[in-house]
């Protein structure tokens, strides 16, 4: 069942993937009376962007899962020290953590190239990046100051940008004052990206601790509580970067063909406040109750007295 699970949302994703990908990077289609037509279905699904994002999301979903049983398995281990399935959990997430971790690095970096090319604005809002200029620094941290289009208290690397994003320390970014009016906004995408990269470089550092830890036999308390406070952590950095795909794709729907301001529907303030309301309502309510479940679970083990 764990299988047929696995391959169900994988099957699932794919889909959702493809459509997202191609509503980033659109191509294979025609404008037919104005309605989009696909011409290419191969090209539909296989769009640009796709591929990069698939395996993204699969390491995420991957890295997320492997953390959140680590850490409950870490979270056990401080109840009961010396549980032996729990150690056992704890070294198989830890193990595969250290395995995805880097790889997910390498993916992210492969389809941070490929959004430069497809969609320059996204990664200009990402690395603040306010006018086009050669060399440009790689900052760390800042307040985006919209209104004056700069960085205030930016604390930055000299030429990282333009290093890291085309390889070359001299290299010409285009800046945000090319892609006027239509760019995205600037703070959720330079603050989401950095989350989700510091999540994620946090995850590969404790990792590889941690595996290197473990080869050395029972861990301490503290790198226990530190594998319990990451439990979470790949929800929180996928968050992140989803939020850094779709608020970055802004104000088109689907990037260079139609404007979210298009399709919106013809539906009042009162049906739209109803339906967000009821999805909070209901997804908080199963957050909830899975919150409760699993830190349950982790607390009392999974073997139970009878099994023992």
């Keep these: ?118 969609q320059p604005a996204k990664i200009a809002a990402i690395e603040g990046i306010w006018k086009t200029e050669k060399g440009a620094p790689l900052v760390l941290f800042a307040v985006p100051n919209e209104q004056q289009r700069r960085n205030d208290y930016a604390i930055e690397i000299p030429k990282g940008a333009a290093l890291v994003l085309k390889h070359d320390a001299d290299a010409e970014l285009r800046g945000l004052d090319e892609f006027e009016p239509d760019r995205p906004p600037v703070a959720p995408l330079f603050y989401g990206f950095r989350l989700m990269v510091g999540i994620g470089m946090g995850m590969l550092a404790l990792a590889w601790f941690g595996a290197w830890r473990l080869r050395r036999g029972a861990p301490p308390r503290a790198l226990l509580w530190t594998f319990a406070a990451f439990t979470f952590s790949g929800w929180i950095a996928t968050l992140a970067g989803w939020i850094v795909t779709e608020v970055g794709r802004q104000p088109w729907l689907v990037t260079g063909v139609l404007r979210t301001a298009d399709a919106v529907g013809h539906i009042s303030g009162a049906q739209l406040g109803a339906s967000v309301t009821g999805y909070v309502l209901t997804y908080s309510l199963m957050l909830l109750a899975y919150f409760v479940v699993i830190t349950h679970m982790a607390g009392k083990g999974a073997v139970t007295e009878a099994r023992k």
């Excluded at 991957?62 to 010396?82: E, H, Q």
């Design 1 to 118: 069942s764990t299988v047929m699970v696995a391959v169900g949302t994988s099957l699932s994703a794919f889909w959702i993937l493809a459509l997202n990908s191609w509503m980033q990077t659109p191509v294979g289609h025609v404008v037919v009376d104005g309605q989009l037509i696909a011409g290419d279905w191969i090209e539909v699904i296989f769009n640009p962007s796709f591929p990069y994002r698939f395996i993204h999301m699969m390491l995420a979903s991957g890295l997320t899962a492997s953390f959140a049983i680590a850490g409950l398995s870490a979270w056990r281990l401080l109840k009961a020290p010396g549980d032996a399935s729990a150690m056992k959990t704890l070294r198989a997430g830890v193990i595969v953590a250290a395995v995805l971790a880097p790889l997910q690095i390498f993916i992210g970096d492969l389809h941070g190239l490929n959004t430069l090319q497809h």
